[in-house]
């Protein structure tokens, strides 16, 4: 079974520029998350998806964060525009059915450093 | 906000030595899981404990749930190196809300 896949996996970019990370959760896997993870923390939940509509936001910076997951496969997370403290791990995570009763699998992660 | 808090932040043991791992949370739950998390990786699932069981085992791993301390703790009997890693709690408040992770206890076991 393969895993869950994000890309770019490391990212480099000035503040104020834009970034776009991708996530490929499990086959059939009905719930998508997004988490962000700053060095030395746990993750933070920024998102959460039930096939194509948004569960939990509440923790989504809305003004420089969007995602979307039009299809209810793949998920895009979009930065604009990044500011210093937004260097991190963004995580994307998967789970069928939704995940607090059950195992949440992650991807490896796109790593994010703003300079 | 975390719900989770791990103890300690961080543990240095030998090879062979056990480690253990606490976690306290704060609302009640419906299940608490700790996962492990190798540098530059993603998190991988270690174990599930549900509110109404208070011991469960995973070959080296033995996991305790005390709710009316709203705690956890996480053993890892006969480390190796390959433990080396950090190591985090999660809980589920209740239903089908998303897990709320702790800041980890960075685990190094020295060959």
């Known amino acids: 079974e393969a895993g869950v896949a994000q890309s770019p996996r490391y990212k480099i970019i000035e503040k104020r520029q834009s970034v776009a990370f991708w996530c490929n959760p499990i086959s059939g896997h009905a719930t998508l998350y997004w988490y962000q993870q700053i060095l030395g923390q746990g993750p933070k939940l920024l998102i959460q998806f039930q096939n194509n509509g948004v569960v939990d936001d509440s923790q989504l910076p809305k003004d420089r964060f969007s995602a979307e997951r039009l299809k209810g496969v793949d998920s895009t997370l979009k930065i604009q525009p990044a500011k210093l403290e937004d260097s991190a791990v963004y995580l994307c995570?998967?789970?069928?059915?939704?995940?607090?009763?059950?195992?949440?699998?992650f991807g490896e992660g796109s790593w994010l450093t703003v300079v | 906000s975390q719900q989770g808090e791990e103890d300690p932040q961080a543990l240095s043991i030998q090879e062979g030595e056990n480690a253990t791992m606490n976690c306290s949370y704060k609302?009640?739950?419906?299940?608490l899981q700790w996962y492990r998390q190798n540098s530059g990786r993603g998190l991988v699932h270690l174990i599930l404990?549900?509110?109404?069981?208070r011991e469960k085992h995973s070959g080296r791993l033995r996991v305790t749930l005390d709710t009316s301390k709203k705690s956890s703790s996480l053993l890892i009997t006969a480390s190796r190196a390959a433990d080396t890693a950090s190591y985090f709690c999660a809980t589920a408040p209740s239903g089908n809300t998303p897990l709320v992770f702790g800041k980890g206890t960075r685990l190094s076991v020295i060959a």
């Open positions: 995570a998967s789970s069928s059915p939704a995940g607090s009763g059950n195992t949440i699998y």
């Open positions: 404990i549900r509110s109404n069981e």
């Open positions: 609302t009640s739950i419906n299940n």
